[in-house]
């Protein structure tokens, strides 16, 4: 049976290839040619072309596909009151490709202004979405801005607190103010997105952090407290859904390994009611930690990649989501891509119409499980 609420059967995570018309603006509004006010009205008009196909597709949950961002994380934290831009962080190693480090640091008190510009880049979205479509928006999780020494305060990431407690209760006001505003702007469907949780649970990428296995049972432990203290107060009709993955650049990922380690403490983090897991290789394991997801949370599989272009077998998708149905049933799966298809303005390695046959082939498979809507 198909859903009629989010998660929906055929979803998907949110960002969607640059179209050449805004990747051109943005470089000339870079240079000075064209004002911002310009720059918006592109975006404007490319972003209703791309509601426009969600919903020819037969997508339900429709974004805006993060085209005014840079980063799927960066443009969000960069906003929020206390936190400002610097240009010391080394670049981040992406398989061996450099990729845009956050470059941000925590100088002043934590707070979400009522000004924010997502609030303003949503309400567009919601205007152009047409029922029984829902427009979904898109945050990076809490624990993207926390410090990664969560013993080390005293650094330069986070120079106006000394009281990691202090840090974490500002941070987590903050967020909790950012989940009301978007429901009073009309927002019902926000998804958290989480990359740090499954990204240190890989022993390889811990040692490239300089991570203890005694630094990740706390990290794992701090991230779990971060999420659940920004969602104490979420408006109970507000679906928030939560996507995991291992990094996604320009097709490349920062880690790999199982949910085992963490899916216990993951899946019944509260305030979740949702989780997109990227389950298109063998680099995330297999379906065992599932057992852990309680009822009535969804696993949204992420069986279809975004980091290529060409289609899986159609078959492969079914038979995989029948080996997920020993740990879940059926009726609490969805089916999306594993990540976005660009989490970052560069892009992952394919063209935008194999992006949308992607899409389409999700839709597809999703009726053929479930039955058309």
Known sequence: MQRKTPPFRADHVGS??????????????????????????????????????????????????????????????????????IDTEKPFEWGGVKGAALNL????????????????????????TKAPAVAKMTIPSPSVIAPAKLFDVQNAQAPAYRDLDKLHEDLCAAYRKAVQAFYDAGCRYLQIDEVRMVAVADPAFRKTRGLSDDDFQKLIALFER????????????????????????????????SYEPVAEKLFN???????????????????????????????????????????????AIKRRIDEATKYVDLDRICLSPQCGFASTEEGNDLAEEQQWAKLAFVREIADEVWGRS
């Not at 659940?228 to 880690?255: E, Q, Y």
């Open 16 to 85: 969607l290839l640059r179209p050449a018309a805004v990747q051109q603006a943005k470089v000339k509004h870079a240079r000075g040619e064209i004002t911002a006010q310009a720059l918006k009205e592109i975006e404007d008009r490319e972003i209703a072309r791309l509601i426009v196909m969600q919903q020819e597709i037969g997508l339900h949950s429709i974004t805006d596909g993060e085209l005014r961002r840079a980063m799927w994380h960066r443009d969000f934290l960069s906003y929020l009151t206390g936190v400002t831009s």
């Open 226 to 257: 971060l999420l659940t203290d920004s969602l104490r107060d979420r408006p109970k009709d507000m679906t928030i859904s939560m996507h995991n993955c291992r990094g996604n650049f320009r097709s490349r990922w920062a880690a790999e390994g």
């Open 269 to 315: 983090i509260p305030g979740i009611d949702a989780y997109f897991l990227e389950y298109d290789s063998e680099r995330a394991g297999g379906f065992e930690p599932l057992r852990f997801l309680p009822k009535p949370k969804l696993a949204v599989l992420g069986l279809v990649t975004s980091k290529t272009g060409a289609l899986e077998s159609k078959d």
């Open 105 to 128: 640091r925590i100088d002043g008190k934590f707070d979400f202004p009522a000004d924010h510009p997502h609030l303003e880049h949503f309400r567009f979205v919601k205007s152009h």
